[in-house]
């Protein structure tokens, strides 16, 4: 079988949340897959040092973070796209006036608005993850931010429409934004013509291969531009309806041994 590029997001496709790990035969699966030559890539909303350990010692081929922000390729950053900084200062003033708790995430460093946990468990998984990341700096007080890509939002339980009014006025700023609701209550905050489908569509064009060679996993609504930029799109059993409906492939649940039998499906193994 000819190589080919396999793009696999992380949360709910990689790691199970339930297990607190990544499955032993999803890390089984990735080696060996690696190993008959083809490419793995990890394509998540993360910022890089986010990533964590269990992942770096699957050595993927590549890492494709931040929704398509920052990629890299067996060490080397073949793109990296920062906020301009005069936007970053507006995004923090709207966060501000709106009342939005929010995580302003770069490569290297995530600034969030406070250390309160009990707010929101998704709020409170993100700093568990970055405190328990060695490469990642973290900062509670936004007077100290230097830097950064791109943003978790999250709105008040009492106050909804702080988000709507927020969303409303971030679309209006002189940058080119798309907010991509992840919850009930929060938002990803992404530089327009940035996603991880992008990131795919990048890879393709820079090692010059069809895109009909780019497999790609996942279970939520923000991988659905992965099933889009690729030629083919394999959905986890545990995915999102939609996901499923656009996927050409739906393997078992992540629990169920889901990457392994996605992988086996195609020849990978």
């Known amino acids: 079988m000819e190589h080919k590029y396999l793009f696999?997001?992380?949360d709910e496709t990689l790691y199970s949340n339930k297990a607190g790990q990544i499955p032993p035969s999803a890390a089984k699966a990735l080696k060996q897959a690696q190993t008959n030559g083809h490419k793995i890539f990890l394509n998540t909303g993360r910022p890089y040092?986010?990533?964590?350990?269990?992942?770096?010692?699957?050595d993927f081929d590549g890492y494709l973070c931040g929704n398509g922000t920052d990629l890299r390729y067996r060490g080397d950053i073949l793109y990296h796209r920062e906020l301009p900084k005069d936007i970053q200062s507006r995004i923090i003033e709207l966060c501000r006036i709106h009342n939005i708790r929010a995580c302003l995430e770069g490569s290297r460093c995530s600034y969030y608005t406070d250390d309160d946990t009990s707010f929101h468990p998704y709020y409170a998984s993100m700093i568990q993850v970055c405190r328990s990341s060695d490469g990642m700096v973290i900062e509670f007080n936004w007077d100290n931010v230097k830097s950064f890509d791109k943003l978790v939002c999250f709105s008040s339980p009492d106050t909804p429409q702080n988000m709507?009014?927020?969303?409303e006025d971030v679309h209006s700023l002189d940058f080119p934004f798309k907010c991509i609701k992840n919850g009930e209550d929060f938002y990803e905050v992404i530089p327009e013509g940035t996603s991880k489908g992008t990131?795919?569509?990048f890879i393709a064009e820079h090692f010059n291969i069809p895109i009909d060679d780019c497999y790609a996993f996942g279970d939520a609504p923000n991988d659905l531009p992965m099933f889009e930029a690729a030629g083919h799109g394999i959905a986890l059993g545990n995915a999102y309806d939609c996901v499923k409906d656009a996927a050409e492939y739906v393997t078992t649940d992540i629990d169920a041994h889901g990457i392994w039998n996605g992988l086996d499906h195609y020849g990978f193994l």
């Open 8 to 10: 696999f997001d992380v």
């Open 49 to 58: 040092a986010y990533i964590g350990n269990d992942f770096f010692s699957l």
């Open 164 to 167: 709507a009014a927020f969303i």
């Open 199 to 201: 990131a795919i569509t």
